[in-house]
C-alpha cells in the first residue's frame, strides 16, 4: 500500500524547486554564466566568518558526545537560554528558556506548531496572500485546512474584511509572514494593531485563543530604517516561529526554533503539545553542533550588502523599464507584476531567454512573478538587459 497523498507530493515538486532543478541542468548544459537563476531563496552570501570560526572550535574541543550527540528534545538548556536572552534584550519582553523549543529550521517550526493547535479535520489556519507555498502542504501533513485572505496587492499589508470573513470556529490560527516572501513587505505596527484587534474581539466571539503564527525567518533582512514591530508584543498570543537559514545562511544546515512566551494563553499546553508534536513526527531533536554554533553566535549580525546592491539595481531598472512591483523593505525578493498581466505565461517567456522567475500563482496571486535575488551581483547584472528585452515583448 503506498499513501496517495505523499506519493502525489513526492512526485509533483513544488514550482520553486521544479525550476531549481531545471536551471541546475541548463547551467550543465549552457554554462553558469548563460543561466539567469532567481528561483530560490538559497542565500548566496556566504555564512558569517563568527560560524566558521565556531564550528571549528567546538569540533576542536574534542568533546564528541556534546558534539555529536542527542540534546534534550526541546534543545540544549545553553543554546534554549542564548536564545530566550537575545529575545529578552532585543525585543524588551519576557522570555525564559522554557519557552524555546528548538527545530529544524522554520519549517519544522511551523509543522510542530499547526501539529499542537490542529485538533481534528475541520481544524482551519488562515493564510494572507502572497504567502509561502508550503504552508498549505504543513497544514495539510496536520490534517488541518489552509484557508487564503486574497492579496491586497496595493501595499501587501491585510485585506481586514476578508480576514474577517474567513474566521469561524475551527479557526485556530493566523499565520503571518513579515518581512514577506514573496513581497519583500513588512507589516506596519498599525496593520499589526488592527490584526490583533480583530484576533481578540473574535477570539471571544468563537470561544476559543485564535494565535498568530508569526513565521520570522527573515526578521533581520530590512534594508531600510523600516521597523520590524516584535509581534508577540502587540498581540500576546502570537507563537513564533525563526529560522536562521536566511540570517546566517545557514539553510541546508537546519536550525531554527519556536518561541512560545509564558504570556500567551494555555502557554504550558501549547509548549508541550508542540513537544509532542516534534515527537510524533520523529524530530528527537534539532543538529547538536548548530544548537552550540547558534549559542556561540546569538549576536551575530546578517551580512546585508550584496542583497542591498542586488535589490537596488533590481527596482532602479525595472521601474525605469516600466515594471510595478511591491515595496521589497526586506526579505531578498522582489515581487513584480507581470507586464502582460499573466505570471504563468510571463515567466515562461523569461525562460526562453534563461531568466528563471518563479510565477506568483502558487503564492496566490496570479499575475505576478517573484525574483530572489539572493544571487551574487553578476547574474543581476547580466540579467537586466533581457528583463528590458521582457518587457519590450509584451
Ligand atoms: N517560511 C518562509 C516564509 C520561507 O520563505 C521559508 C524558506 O524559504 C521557510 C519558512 C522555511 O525556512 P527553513 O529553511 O528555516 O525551514
Not at 511591491?326 to 505570471?343: E, I, M
Amino acid at each position: 500500500m503506498i499513501n496517495k497523498k505523499n506519493l502525489k507530493l513526492g512526485t509533483a515538486r513544488s514550482a520553486i524547486r521544479e525550476l531549481f532543478e531545471y536551471g541546475k541542468k541548463q547551467k550543465a548544459l549552457l554554462g553558469e554564466d548563460k543561466v539567469f537563476d532567481f528561483s530560490l531563496g538559497n542565500p548566496s552570501t556566504p555564512a558569517p566568518k563568527e560560524v566558521d570560526l565556531a564550528i571549528r572550535e567546538i569540533i576542536a574541543s574534542g568533546n564528541s558526545v556534546l558534539t555529536h550527540g542527542y540534546t534534550s528534545a526541546q534543545g540544549s538548556l545553553e543554546t534554549r537560554t542564548a536564545i530566550a536572552n537575545a529575545i529578552k534584550q532585543k525585543f524588551n519582553t519576557e522570555a525564559s528558556a522554557d519557552d524555546i523549543y528548538i527545530t529544524c529550521g522554520a519549517a519544522a517550526a511551523l509543522c510542530t506548531v499547526f501539529g499542537a493547535l490542529a485538533e481534528g479535520f475541520d481544524t482551519e489556519f488562515i493564510a494572507i496572500a502572497p504567502y509561502f507555498p508550503e504552508y498549505k502542504v504543513f497544514v495539510n501533513g496536520q490534517g488541518a485546512k489552509l484557508q487564503v485572505v486574497s492579496a491586497d496587492t496595493k501595499d501587501f499589508q491585510i485585506d481586514f474584511n476578508a480576514l474577517e470573513g474567513l474566521i469561524n470556529k475551527n479557526t485556530a490560527g493566523v499565520i503571518i509572514n513579515s518581512p514577506n516572501n514573496p513581497s519583500g513587505t513588512v507589516y506596519s505596527k498599525k496593520t499589526l494593531e488592527t490584526l490583533a484587534e480583530i484576533l481578540t474581539r473574535k477570539s471571544k466571539e468563537v470561544g476559543h485563543t485564535i494565535y498568530i503564527i508569526s513565521d520570522e525567518p527573515y526578521r533581520e533582512l530590512v534594508y531600510s530604517d523600516t521597523i520590524v514591530p516584535f509581534v508577540p508584543t502587540i498581540y500576546k498570543n502570537t507563537i513564533v516561529c525563526y529560522s536562521y537559514s536566511k540570517s546566517l545562511s545557514l539553510p541546508g544546515e537546519r536550525i531554527g526554533y519556536v518561541y512560545v512566551p509564558a504570556f500567551c494563553e494555555n502557554a504550558n499546553e501549547v509548549y508541550a503539545a508542540i513537544a509532542g508534536a516534534g515527537r510524533a513526527m520523529g524530530y528527537v531533536c534539532a543538529p547538536s553542533l548548530l544548537q552550540q554554533v547558534i549559542a556561540k553566535c546569538i549576536d551575530v549580525k546578517p551580512n546585508l550588502e550584496e542583497y542591498k546592491v542586488n535589490r537596488n539595481l533590481l527596482v532602479d531598472a525595472l521601474t525605469s523599464y516600466g515594471y510595478e512591483c511591491a515595496s521589497p523593505d526586506g526579505a531578498f525578493y522582489l515581487f513584480v507584476k507581470a507586464p502582460n498581466g499573466d505570471g504563468n505565461a510571463f515567466a515562461e517567456l523569461a525562460k526562453t531567454k534563461n531568466v528563471l522567475i518563479v510565477p506568483g500563482e502558487s503564492f496566490g496571486c496570479k499575475e505576478f512573478v517573484r525574483i530572489s535575488y539572493c544571487v551574487d551581483t553578476k547574474t543581476v547584472k547580466g540579467a537586466l538587459p533581457l528583463f528590458k528585452e521582457l518587457i519590450e515583448e509584451c
